[in-house]
Nanobody, 125 residues
Framework: QAQPVESGGGLVQPGGSLRLSCAASKLAEDSYGIEWSRQAPGKGREGISCIGITDGTTYYADSVKGRFTISRDNAQNTAFLQMNSLTPGDTAVYYC??????????????????WGQGTQVTVSS
């Protein structure tokens, strides 16, 4: 799998929204999912959401549940992460990767996956 490319990050005020995109070389792969993770300054990588490419089943970490929505457009080979009600605690570099669908629910940030370079999200007034 080629390295995916994340985009859409930026500076936003608390309570604001951003939509991240993850462009993959070939999104429509059976038995795969797209996982989003993030890494805040001084903290470890956190898996926050995953979507099955074939069936669209979604998973969320408690930290983002109810505020973030993951989706995918297989025709465009792109996955999205809509982030609403952002707080300073969401400030981080956000990454995406294709992962085996059988581990999508784990949100385990598998080291064997090909993660992108990331996109910076900063939530600040």
């Amino acid at each position: 799998q080629a390295q995916p490319v994340e985009s859409g990050g930026g500076l936003v005020q608390p309570g604001g929204s951003l939509r991240l995109s993850c462009a993959a070389s070939k999104l429509a792969e059976d038995s795969y999912g797209i996982e989003w993770s993030r890494q805040a300054p001084g903290k470890g990588r956190e898996g926050i959401s995953c979507i099955g490419i074939t069936d669209g089943t979604t998973y969320y970490a408690d930290s983002v549940k109810g505020r973030f929505t993951i989706s995918r457009d297989n025709a465009q080979n792109t996955a999205f992460l809509q982030m609403n009600s952002l707080t300073p605690g969401d400030t981080a570099v956000y990454y995406c990767a294709m992962v085996p669908s059988r581990v999508c629910h784990v949100l385990g940030v598998p080291a064997y996956a090909e993660w992108g370079q990331g996109t910076q999200v900063t939530v600040s007034s």
